[in-house]
């Protein structure tokens, strides 16, 4: 069973031109990396949105691990979804420990478990645990305010995990730091992938480094969801085509395809 679907979603924003999801279907399966790119508008972080209920679609389905999302409380669906922005929302008053201690603390988890899972989450995002737990995120650098933003949403060992450009505001040599992590931290210790990453992206690269298929979307309609070799290779139009061709992609170019 797909832990992702959408089915015939629509959603038009008051005042706007044109739909900014326009009867969209597709699946996702579990334990895929989804990219989503696309022109600017194209309705991707709507779709994003969507998933986790802070934006309601106003006709179709959407089903979160076989249930339809309506019928769910969004409180309870988003404790079950991590969810990283570009702008991270780390708390400027707490330390970096108790900044992803947020959500097993409203879980009701107990001292000793939150403070191994924090332990476990900063060793995993190549954060001494020693050296920056006490810290706040004013003395990080924005790679590590990203780390920590990764590893607040990875604390409840989500299911499913929902990214908007984390790495948008990141310079070129950590950004590419951060692409190999995920793909680490995504695949697991014995290389088996449990979660499932939903990333919303603006670079072609990027999507293509990190995706197992990626949605490229124009105007809120897909124009090709497929592995990233299968777009290269036969574009489904001219627009997925001149992306392509702006990017220099190729299967030996720059992205790593």
Same mark, same amino acid.
């Given at each position: 069973m797909p832990v992702i679907v959408f089915k015939d979603v629509r959603k038009h924003f008051p005042g706007a031109l044109s739909p900014a999801l326009n009867h969209i279907s597709f699946n996702v399966e579990v334990g895929?990396?989804?990219t989503v790119v696309g022109t600017s508008g194209s309705g991707k972080t709507t779709l994003l949105k969507i998933v986790n209920r802070l934006c309601e679609p106003d006709s179709g389905m959407v089903?979160?691990?076989?249930?339809?999302?309506?019928?769910?409380?969004?409180?309870?669906l988003r404790r079950g979804i991590g969810y990283v922005i570009q702008q991270i929302g780390l708390f400027p008053h707490m330390t970096v420990a108790d900044?992803?201690?947020?959500?097993?603390?409203i879980l009701k988890w107990d001292r000793g478990r939150i403070k191994k899972r924090v332990e476990e989450l900063l060793?995993?995002?190549? *954060?001494?645990? !020693?050296? #920056?737990?006490?810290?706040r995120p004013a003395q990080l650098s924005g790679g590590q305010q990203q780390r920590v933003g990764l590893a607040r949403a990875l604390a409840a060992d989500p299911a499913?995990? *929902?990214?908007? !450009?984390? #790495?948008g505001a990141v310079d070129a040599i950590n950004r590419t730091n951060?692409?190999?992590?995920?793909?680490?931290?995504h695949r697991g210790e014995n290389g088996e992938n449990r979660r499932?990453?939903?990333?919303?992206?603006?670079?072609?690269n990027e999507a293509f480094k990190l995706g197992t298929r990626v949605l490229i979307m124009h105007q809120g309609v897909i124009q090709q969801f497929d592995a990233p070799h299968n777009i290269i290779a036969d574009p489904a139009n001219s627009l997925v085509r001149n992306l392509i061709t702006s990017s220099g992609l190729s299967p030996e170019g720059p992205g790593g395809i």
């Open positions: 895929e990396f989804i089903r979160v691990s076989g249930e339809d999302i309506t019928k769910k409380d969004p409180v309870l900044n992803i201690a947020v959500v097993p603390r060793t995993l995002v190549n *954060l001494d645990p !020693e050296e #920056f737990r006490e810290r499913i995990m *929902l990214l908007d !450009e984390p #790495f951060l692409q190999s992590e995920i793909l680490r931290i499932t990453y939903l990333f919303v992206t603006h670079d072609m």
